[in-house]
């Protein structure tokens, strides 16, 4: 039986792909984006097309993007 993950509420998910597209802007370009996020470009397209929900972690990089926050590496 294929099982398919619930996506999160439309509200939720149309927040976090204005903070996708604001992060992919500031970081000038998906390219760009998907370095600083340590992804493939081609999911940042799934999940700005909403077709697959961008991971937590993921999401809270993006935010980091936005507010300049530098990751702390471990």
Do not use: C, H, S
């Amino acid at each position: 039986m294929d099982e398919k993950k619930e996506l999160r509420p439309l509200a939720v998910r149309e927040q976090v792909t204005r903070v996708l597209l604001k992060a992919q802007r500031i970081a000038g370009g998906r390219e760009e984006l998907a370095k600083r996020l340590g992804v493939e470009p081609r999911l940042i397209g799934e999940w700005l097309a909403r077709r697959a929900d961008a991971p937590d972690d993921v999401v809270q990089k993006a935010l980091d993007v936005i507010l300049d926050i530098p990751r702390p590496k471990y």
